[in-house]
């Protein structure tokens, strides 16, 4: 079950166009420099996404989690959904983790806001990580935990812009 969803969401992704950069631009060391402040803020625009206009802004971080406010994001965008899975995994990588998996975004005031956990393994319960502060966070189910190790989604980080 898990690798065919994998091979849907890969598949998803090379026929939709994120198997090039949106932007045709090199990103990465644009992410990279980013990714020395204590918060991680990265506009879409600034890392080659043209089609989107949005920014995620890494808002409250702890050993293991991290919270991010998306501004300028709709609920059910692909295209966002696209690049807030690839900032997820780049971040993951960015903060020594190999493993990664992100709540259902939801509404905060006029953004949306999502919680991103980085687990020491696949099998790890979440939940044992959340904590009661993230607690009333909703994840997708069947949950879904990338491995940044992962050929696949190292492909996707590189050919995303990421």
Same mark, same amino acid.
Request: with cysteine; hydrophobic share 40%; glycine share 8%.
């Given at each position: 079950?898990k690798?065919? /969803?994998?091979?849907? /969401?890969?598949?998803?992704?090379? !026929? $939709?166009?994120?198997?090039? +950069?949106?932007?045709?631009?090199?990103?990465?060391?644009?992410?990279?420099?980013?990714?020395s402040?204590? @918060?991680?803020?990265?506009? +879409?625009?600034? &890392?080659?996404?043209?089609?989107?206009?949005? $920014?995620?802004?890494e808002?409250?971080?702890?050993?293991?989690? +991290?919270l991010?406010e998306?501004?300028?994001?709709?609920?059910?965008?692909?295209?966002?959904?696209?690049f807030f899975? +690839? @900032?997820? !995994?780049? #971040?993951?990588? #960015?903060?020594? @983790?190999?493993? &990664?998996?992100y709540?259902?975004?939801?509404?905060? *005031?006029?953004? !949306?806001?999502?919680?991103?956990?980085?687990?020491q393994?696949?099998?790890e319960?979440?939940?044992s990580? !959340?904590?009661?502060?993230?607690s009333?966070? &909703? @994840?997708?189910?069947p949950?879904? &935990?990338?491995?940044?190790?992962?050929?696949?989604?190292? #492909? #996707?980080?590189?050919?995303? *812009?990421f």
């Amino acid at each position: 079950m898990k690798q065919t /969803v994998i091979c849907i /969401v890969i598949s998803f992704f090379f !026929l $939709t166009g994120c198997a090039t +950069s949106p932007g045709n631009t090199p990103v990465g060391t644009s992410f990279q420099a980013a990714s020395s402040a204590e @918060f991680i803020s990265i506009h +879409s625009k600034d &890392v080659g996404w043209d089609y989107i206009d949005g $920014t995620i802004t890494e808002v409250e971080r702890s050993d293991r989690t +991290s919270l991010v406010e998306l501004t300028g994001f709709t609920e059910n965008s692909g295209m966002e959904g696209r690049f807030f899975m +690839s @900032f997820a !995994l780049r #971040l993951a990588q #960015l903060r020594g @983790f190999r493993y &990664v998996i992100y709540s259902i975004p939801r509404e905060n *005031g006029e953004n !949306l806001e999502s919680v991103i956990i980085f687990p020491q393994s696949e099998d790890e319960p979440i939940e044992s990580i !959340l904590g009661e502060q993230y607690s009333q966070y &909703v @994840f997708y189910e069947p949950r879904i &935990v990338m491995d940044t190790e992962s050929e696949i989604w190292k #492909l #996707l980080i590189e050919n995303c *812009g990421f």
